[in-house]
């Protein structure tokens, strides 16, 4: 669905279809070159990276590419990260001498992703690194090394494309800041 679906509950647009696309383009071309030779495994962080994930690795021109998901929680419903984080869903893959790339919509305390780089990297890969499409400001509080970023966006509360305000708005093409009085 697009903005004029879901009038009123955005404050505003953030990024269209077509400035997400374009960024992923970008970000595939580094990665292309990057892991040139090898072979990559993408893994995603459901179910926000859903979209992120379709579109990267159909964009990316690398035969030697595989896909799994682990489901990780750190939110309730709510909009403020909860510092636990719980796997609801592990790989499927053994990680021994793999080059892992995390493949994340959006970081926000950092804390999800600074806990998955910590597990993914206990599990004997080659190398593990980040690719996230937004980062938000209080990221930097924590260490988090992301090698290939998308956007970093202001400190508000983003649906669309993947990211939910409880479990709606994923379906949204284009990402919005969401309206105070959709959570109030
Ligand atoms: P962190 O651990 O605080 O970095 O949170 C990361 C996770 O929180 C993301 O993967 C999202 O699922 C969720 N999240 C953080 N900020 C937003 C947002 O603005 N909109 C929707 N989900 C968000
Ligand atoms: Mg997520």
Same mark, same amino acid.
């Given at each position: 669905?697009?903005?004029?679906?879901?009038?009123?509950?955005?404050?505003?647009?953030?990024?269209?279809?077509?400035?997400?696309?374009?960024?992923?383009?970008?970000?595939?071309?580094?990665?292309?070159?990057?892991?040139? /030779?090898?072979?990559?495994?993408?893994?995603?962080?459901?179910?926000?990276?859903?979209?992120?994930?379709?579109?990267?690795?159909?964009?990316?021109?690398?035969?030697?590419?595989?896909?799994?998901?682990?489901?990780?929680?750190?939110?309730?419903?709510?909009?403020?990260?909860?510092?636990?984080?719980?796997?609801?869903?592990?790989?499927?893959?053994?990680?021994?001498?793999?080059?892992?790339?995390?493949?994340?919509?959006?970081?926000?305390? /950092?804390?999800?992703?600074?806990?998955?780089?910590? +597990?993914?990297?206990?599990?004997?890969?080659?190398?593990?690194?980040?690719?996230?499409?937004?980062?938000?400001?209080?990221?930097?509080?924590?260490?988090?090394?992301?090698?290939?970023?998308?956007?970093?966006?202001? +400190?508000?509360?983003?649906? /669309?494309?993947?990211?939910?305000?409880?479990?709606?708005?994923? +379906?949204?093409?284009?990402?919005?800041?969401?309206?105070?009085?959709?959570?109030?």
């Amino acid at each position: 669905m697009d903005v004029e679906d879901v009038q009123g509950d955005l404050s505003s647009v953030l990024l269209t279809r077509e400035q997400i696309q374009a960024k992923l383009a970008e970000l595939a071309r580094r990665i292309e070159a990057d892991y040139a /030779g090898e072979r990559v495994l993408l893994v995603g962080v459901l179910k926000g990276a859903v979209m992120v994930m379709a579109d990267l690795i159909r964009e990316l021109r690398l035969v030697d590419v595989e896909m799994d998901w682990m489901a990780v929680s750190s939110y309730g419903a709510g909009t403020q990260s909860s510092g636990v984080v719980r796997i609801l869903k592990d790989l499927d893959t053994d990680l021994s001498g793999r080059h892992v790339l995390i493949v994340e919509d959006i970081i926000d305390s /950092g804390l999800t992703l600074s806990w998955l780089l910590g +597990n993914l990297g206990s599990r004997g890969a080659a190398s593990v690194k980040v690719c996230a499409l937004l980062r938000k400001p209080d990221a930097a509080k924590v260490h988090v090394a992301v090698t290939y970023l998308g956007f970093d966006i202001p +400190n508000e509360f983003v649906v /669309g494309y993947g990211l939910d305000f409880a479990e709606r708005y994923r +379906n949204l093409t284009s990402i919005g800041v969401l309206a105070p009085h959709v959570y109030a």
